[in-house]
Every structure is written in C-alpha cells, then in structure tokens.
C-alpha cells in the first residue's frame, strides 16, 4: 500500500522557522495537503494543492514541493502553532487518500 | 459556512456493526464528495472511505470488505457502516468534505465521535 514518510517530531523555538518534510513516490504526479491538528480537536488544512492556503490560515503557513517531497514551512513560530501536522495525499490514481504518521511540531 | 456533525452510538460490542451518521448544515449535500476518517487514540489519521451525493463510493482496500457507505439528500445525510468490529476499530470517526483538484483532500471536517469497542 502506498505510504508517505514524515518525521515524529520537530522542535523550533518562538520565531524561528520550523519545516516539516514528507515523502512519497506519488507526489511528483498527486498534490500534497498539510493538516493541522490540536489536542482535542479535529484537523485544520492549512495547505492544499502543495502551495495554496486557505482563508484564514496566517501567512506564516506556506508549502512546497520538490520530486517526492513536499514540505510545510511554518515561519516566525508562535506558540500556538504547537500541534501534529499531518501530510495527505492520494494514490498514483488520484482516488485513495492516504496521511503521512503526523509530526508533532513543540514550541520550546 | 458549512458544518458537519457525527452522531452514533459511542459503545458497540465487538463482531457488532458500527452504524454513524453525519449530518451536514449551512449547505447542500448535494455535487460534493463526503468522507469518513478515523483516529485512535494517540495515533494518526486513517482514511476509510469516500461517497459522492450520487452514491458513487471508493474505499480504503484495506477496509472494503467490511465497509458500507451510504447518502440520504433529502436530509442531508450521509453514513458509514462498518462491520465485524473488534477492538482495532475503537477510534475517534471523523467525517468529512472532500475536493477534488485531480486529488482529493477533505476542507472542512466534523468534531468527531468517540467509538469504544468492548464488550
């Protein structure tokens, strides 16, 4: 079954700049997403179609992609960005989404 | 705004199966796709599966022998059956839209519910 690689964790202290990574044979072919999600609550997109951010998302949120990764770059970090990110994609077909095992972004 | 709320029950049996329903306000189930997520506790996020307002389905190969999704517009429904159910499937059920923009992603999710699985 298709899977897509990020890292357990990263920490990044206040107003530094955190990236998180996620990998997968598809991703030069399917557009990445990026969930964030905050203990107690369901996710938020906060990127979609690799580079898009919603309404209300702050500009501090951005993505990219590259080959087989994609990535989340969150800049000048507050504390309140402290949460699990979660990269989502699809299947080579488009059809079947699949998430990545979430990063757990700490503010120290 | 849209919204979505779950409902169903939050304790089934094990073999049992798992019947949920979300609801959706503030706009028309209608020329969208709907999906269901689940989480365990402490862990990530798995897709099950997928309906559009038609009742076209697609569903996560690892779960299609025993899930069955349906979509009632005239009340802006849609549900998620899940069936032979063991303790694996305890879980937080999230439902879901979904966009399609050549790949799906879901824009707008439910609070979820809690479902236990234990005799």
């Known amino acids: 079954s298709y899977e897509l690689s990020q890292p357990p964790s990263v920490s990044v202290s206040p107003g530094q700049t955190a990236r998180i990574t996620c990998s997968g044979d598809?991703?030069?072919?399917?557009?990445g997403y990026w969930y964030q999600q905050k203990p107690g609550q369901a996710p938020v997109l906060v990127i979609y179609?690799?580079?898009e951010r919603p309404s209300g998302i702050p500009e501090r949120f951005s993505g990219s992609s590259s080959g087989t990764t994609v990535t989340l770059t969150i800049s000048g970090v507050q504390a309140e960005d402290e949460a699990d990110y979660y990269c989502?994609?699809?299947?080579?077909?488009?059809?079947?989404?699949?998430f990545g095992i979430g990063t757990k972004v700490t503010v120290l | 705004q849209v919204q979505l709320q779950e409902s169903g029950p939050g304790l089934v049996k094990p073999s049992e199966t798992l019947s949920l329903t979300c609801t959706v306000s503030g706009g028309s189930i209608s020329n969208h796709y709907w999906s269901w997520i689940r989480q365990p506790a402490g862990k990530g996020l798995e897709w099950i599966g997928r309906i559009y307002s038609s009742g076209s389905t697609n569903y996560n190969p690892s779960l299609k022998s025993r899930v069955t999704m349906s979509v009632d517009t005239s009340k802006n429904q849609f549900s998620l059956k899940l069936s032979s159910l063991t303790a694996a499937d305890t879980a937080m059920y999230y439902c879901a839209r979904d966009r399609d923009s050549s790949s799906f992603f879901s824009d707008c999710w439910g609070q979820g519910t809690l479902v236990t699985v234990s005799s």
């Open positions: 179609k690799d580079t």
């Open positions: 989502q994609s699809t299947d080579s077909s488009g059809t079947y989404q699949v």
């Open positions: 598809a991703l030069p072919k399917q557009f």
